[in-house]
Nanobody, 120 residues
């Protein structure tokens, strides 16, 4: 089973940027789709962004044009670049790895999550 560790969360002001990282264990990382989900207080978990093993990307409607997902298979890493952050982006962000595409929250392994707080 793939182990995931997120990093890069914290506090940021509206309009700012932040990059999240997800480190994955395992020698077949390149075969997995990677995804970022988030859960805000009082809200359902939602897909933020996903990237297939072949580099196809998918984004949630609320982050399109602001967030970018990428991966580095040589380093077993996935990233989420977040720009133009708003308070509505405040949530715990979770990294997910799975063999299913499109990525679905019912599948795969999860990291422990990292808190992102956008405050004014």
């Amino acid at each position: 089973q793939v182990q995931l560790v997120e990093s890069g969360g914290g506090l940021v002001q509206p309009g700012g940027s932040m990059r999240l990282s997800c480190a994955a264990s395992g020698s077949i990382f390149r075969l997995y789709a990677m995804a970022w989900y988030r859960r805000a207080p009082g809200k359902e978990r939602e897909l933020v962004a996903a990237i297939s093993s072949g580099g196809i990307t998918d984004y949630g409607n609320s982050v399109k044009g602001r967030f970018t997902i990428s991966r580095d298979n040589a380093k077993n890493m996935a990233y989420l670049q977040m720009n133009s952050l708003t308070p509505e982006d405040t949530a715990i962000y979770y990294c997910n790895v799975q063999l299913h595409w499109p990525a679905l929250p019912e599948y795969g392994s999860w990291g422990q999550g990292t808190q992102v707080t956008v405050f004014s």
